[in-house]
């Protein structure tokens, strides 16, 4: 593949140099606009055709003190003409807005890459701020890459100039200029984006035409002589997909929608209570706005409220679903064995970060399997999902959902910061296509009397609404007898119990899928097993390997727990199983003990995901 | 509220459960039980439609015994199911049982927004002083000097006065009541009576770790001197009509004065307004000293917006006019088209 540096290489050329994918990140201040400029620049990619996955990296600081190394933002998109599994491991091209986006992220950059950085920004001051006591744009240390430096702070204030902003909110505009050069570089259609900012400012038309006015200057900026033979231009193809509507999705997103479409399945009202964390909050965002899809949004006063909220709402007969990440879940702990042993349906979302404690709020991490199974008092099982993209986001809630309803059981839906912020194009999917499940709440008393604790052939206990005469009855989190669920704390009733509730979750596996393997054969010398965010890396580690020769095949798991029943012989299918995973070996843990395979941990808790070589590697020193 | 010519008549006997009632023999809850299950058919309610929730505490048995809809959840967190409850059913009469420690100490919390949110239910805090279901520490209401298991020498904190609690939190009604009197069920009728949060504290006496901490005004021989039993629009009388309270107009606190010949007019003695939510605060804060009584019965009611309904009210308000459309929600903002050949329509 040709890469952008091997263009600048080669020397000047007016025609535009067509790359089979080409990794771009935008880094500059909080305060930058650079998720922004990520945001547009993706929904540029997506409407040229090209397969992408992004990455968003930013600081839990809203406004970090301005121009240090820790308050940098950036924005990393891997876009390309074939499929894209992930954000890609180094950056062809660097957008640095000042000196501390370029010394946080430079390292990064492919040797021979192209560094287009701010020149105004790289002040005395900016520079002390960012540790560097010589300017890297004048002393050489960046020859192994291509500089190109341009005021762009300057060339934005002149461009902006006839508006008659302020200083300050002039030099807003520079992250549109930014994204002006970019669509330039890129070969990109500048229209929806101007489209986009008339929609953002159409209560205040002079800072949409400033906007459009330094959008427009920085793509004018490419086409003139100034920075002609510095900068080449790039077009990448479509990428091959399959016909249909597109859009991009976001994890977040995907996690309401599903949310909205499995209680649309299951013809139920939807109550969610959550209560403001990173990285979890824009579901609840999302869902406040789709009243009219029946649902209502509880603000609780902290964690444990948001999810006893939601069982209140569950036991009343509507679907509550709660959404946290690791510290929020902690804190729900106590509540979700009141689910578990109320037997009450419930869908808790965990957008996983970096721990323990507050941890790494921004950054992702896959820790929170073990306090997903295990992760709470007493013989508590809860059946666990995770997702794997963004809009695998989408169908796991649906299916939390599901299991939720049917098995009248908590269920927990692992997503994790990464996930949840990153876009990919997603093929709009056909409702009609999926089946629905509608909820049937007991309305009569049964033959032979009601008890509350009666199982069906799921072990599932029936769901009766309050209100509904003849079916009064208590429940609570005091062990119950075994039908009627009245206290009982005799030794042979809570055995009965304990057993009943782990072959009620153990049962789930009955209506899930077998285990499929991604890439390679069912069998062979090695198999990748991942859940969770790491699948593009995986995915593209092990081609990578496969197309080298290698016999490896990648396994990645939805159902955590229960996992698929074919889950012990396929592993065991294989000489040898590695589980790469963002925390110390979590899912490894749980299949040595499931299944007694001996699992070898490849572990990255960096806050950053595995990069696609490190995989590669991974893989090789398995086979070697 | 329902309406009240399709309920059936009920009467004490169908809101008792079959269930073993398992408190302590002389435990001040029976004698809460008995009122509220006489309560009950008076209230033009039915059962069905009826749900008790609960934290976890001696009090929060209650459910069980209750023949209606119940949730005896986990310890504090009564307030917060009761809200999921009532928001996905406004329909419900919600009914929270908790005590002085699920109810201020480990759910203070949630005690304090279920009534700042005004949400449509009734709130019986059973305050006996003590954790009896833990074997008797002392608890947020303890009086200071508490002897108990996890005190030994005496506790040395302050106590919390739940009244005060709810008025700070923004209760808008707000009573009293003792155990085993007999005002308690016009209590109850009156907190059920009221649109919105209804905070009920009933001294209850644990007979087994804190007996007779109420006695000084609960007892026969004090009740006189010591109980003020409010009435709206009543005189506040108290000793059998020989003493009232009165306003210290120099100094602006609450005073006792002795009413001569019944004429308490002349003595001064302030009318009760459950309006008025300065006189309200003063009459909480009371205290057995200085010759004054623990002010009893319904101390403040003034309805507001129940938190309930305007979570409704907006659902629906700004659902009007929207089809609810999921193919077309997951087609919205910007889409592209991607055809056979794999030209892309933005």
Known sequence: MASVAQTLESGSSAAIQNDESIVVRFAGDSGDGMQLTGGQFTLSSALSGNDFATFPDFPAEIRAPQGTTFGVSAFQINFGSGAIDTPGDAPDVLVAMNPAALKTNVGNLKPGGLIIADEGEFTARNLTKAGYTVNPLDDGSLNKWQLVKFNISQLTLDAVKPFGLGNKEALRCKNMWTLGLALWMFDRDRQPMIDWLNGKFKKNQVLADANIAALNAGHAYGETIEIGGQVKRHHVNPAPVAPGLYRTITGAEAVAYGLVAGTQLASMPMFFGGYPITPASSILHYLSALKEYGITTFQAEDEIAAIASAIGASYAGQLGVTSSSGPGIALKGEAIGLAIMTELPLVIVNSQRGGPSTGLPTKTEQSDLYQAVYGRNGDAPMPVIAARSPSDAFDCAIEAVRIAVQYMTPVMLLTDGYIGNAAEPWAVPDMSTYKPFPVKFLDTVPEGGFKPFSRDEKLARPWVKPGTPGLIHRIGGIEKQIDTGHIDYSPANHQAMTDIRKAKVDGIANSIPDQDVCIGAAGGKLAVVGWGSTYGAIHQAVSRARAKGLDVSHIHIRHIWPMPKNMGELLHSYDKVIVPEMNTGQLKTVLRDQYLVDAKPVNKVSGQPFTIAELEVAIEESLA | ?346
């Open chain 2, 1 to 346: 509220m329902n309406d009240m010519t399709t309920i059936a008549k009920t009467t004490p006997k169908d809101w008792e459960t079959d269930q073993e009632v398992r408190w302590c023999p002389g435990c001040g809850d029976y004698a809460i039980l008995k009122a509220v299950q006489r309560t009950m058919p008076e209230l033009g309610v039915s059962p069905e439609k009826t749900v008790f929730v609960s934290g976890i505490g001696c009090s929060s048995r209650f459910p069980y015994y209750m023949e209606t809809y119940g949730f005896h959840t986990i310890h504090g967190r009564a307030c917060a199911v009761a809200t999921g409850v009532k928001l996905a059913n406004p329909e419900l009469d919600v009914w929270i049982i908790t005590g002085d420690g699920d109810a201020l100490s480990i759910g203070g919390n949630h005690t304090m927004h279920l009534l700042r949110r005004n949400l449509n239910c009734q709130l019986l805090l059973f305050n006996n002083e003590i954790y009896g279901l833990t074997k008797g520490q002392y608890s947020p209401t303890s009086q200071v000097g508490t002897k108990s298991p996890s005190t030994p020498f005496g506790s040395v904190d302050r106590p919390a006065t739940p009244c005060a609690f709810a008025m700070g939190a923004g209760a808008r009604f707000i009573a009293r009541a003792i155990d085993t009197n007999k005002n308690l069920p016009t209590v109850l009728k009156a907190a059920h009576a009221h649109q919105g949060a209804a905070f009920v504290e009933i001294f209850q006496n644990c007979i087994v770790y804190n007996d007779d901490v109420f006695a000084p005004f609960t007892e026969k021989a004090n009740a006189g001197p010591h109980q003020l039993w409010l009435e709206n629009g009543k005189p506040m009388l108290f000793d059998g009509g020989k003493k009232g309270i009165a306003l210290d107009r120099k100094e602006l606190h609450l005073k006792t004065v002795d009413v001569v010949d019944g004429d308490w007019e002349a003595a001064g003695v302030i009318v009760h307004d459950v309006k008025n939510r300065s006189v309200a605060h003063m009459l909480i804060d009371l205290r057995l000293v200085d010759g004054f009584p623990i002010a009893l019965g319904v101390i403040f009611d003034d309805p507001r917006p129940t938190y309930d309904s305007a979570v409704i009210a907006q659902n629906i308000e700004v659902s009007k006019g929207k089809t609810p459309d999921l193919q077309s929600l997951l087609a919205k903002g910007q889409t592209w088209t991607v055809e056979k050949d794999n030209t892309v329509f933005g």
